[in-house]
């Protein structure tokens, strides 16, 4: 069982569309990560968020920390072919010691 | 830049060989981690180390072990492959303390035929 649940597991959608991404969980993080993660390659970081509420901005991305510090949100407005891949969320409790979860991943498609 | 690499991308063994995977950073972190990826799995960690020397078992060590000599190498060892461990293997690192962000190597594409 995940321990961070994404949803949805799959988006396709036409360039200038938005989409939003979820990360969810019972357990409350000290930190949460996105990623991103392109085909044949390792994930690259986008952004931490740590402080519960806190809302962060990456050009069209805009991702969201739940006040609770259980789950987190990305959003991308105007999504453009540049955006397809796979989002993976990640974070730390306060017990896991170092250790990551992470969710299962959301494969985004953004069609011309 | 962070940078993290992997000795191979991709890679073909046999059932039954043993297999290094080498993982290199350059950012004298604290923390390594090995992970595997599988379609609808997500990440799993294998094993981390959060100082030369020193390992913990992840959520699926079994079949595998690491070795830290030294800070920045940390390498992951199959030591019989089977055909259930061909996945892609994921090598990251960051530091002991602060807001936990990981930094991934480009990963190896094992195949165990």
């Known amino acids: 069982t995940q321990l961070l649940e994404q949803s949805p597991q799959f988006l396709s959608i036409q360039e200038g569309e938005n989409l939003t991404v979820y990360c969810n969980s019972s357990?409350?993080?000290?930190?949460l990560q996105w990623y991103r993660q392109e085909p044949g390659e390792g994930p690259v970081l986008l952004v931490t968020?740590?402080?519960?509420?806190e809302v962060k901005k990456l050009k069209r991305l805009t991702f969201q920390f739940g006040d609770a510090r259980k789950d987190s949100s990305l959003h991308i407005t105007a999504a453009q072919p540049g955006d397809t891949g796979l989002y993976l969320c990640a974070g730390t409790t306060t017990d896991s010691w170092g250790k990551f979860q992470f969710g299962a991943g959301t494969q985004v498609v953004v069609t011309p | 830049d962070v940078k993290v690499t992997q000795s191979s991308r991709y890679l073909v063994k046999r059932t039954g060989e043993k297999v290094f995977l080498e993982c290199v950073q350059d950012m004298d972190h604290e923390n390594m981690f090995w992970y595997r990826q599988d379609p609808g799995l997500g990440l799993r960690l294998i094993y981390f180390s959060y100082d030369v020397k020193m390992k913990e078992k992840g959520d699926i060590p079994e079949g595998y072990s690491v070795s830290r000599e030294k800070k920045e190498r940390f390498s992951l060892i199959l030591e019989s492959a089977s055909t259930n461990q061909t996945s892609m293997y994921l090598c990251a690192s960051s530091f002991f303390t602060g807001r936990g962000e990981q930094y991934f190597g480009p990963g190896t594409r094992l195949t165990v035929t």
């Open positions: 968020v740590v402080t519960g509420g």
């Open positions: 357990s409350v993080f000290s930190s």
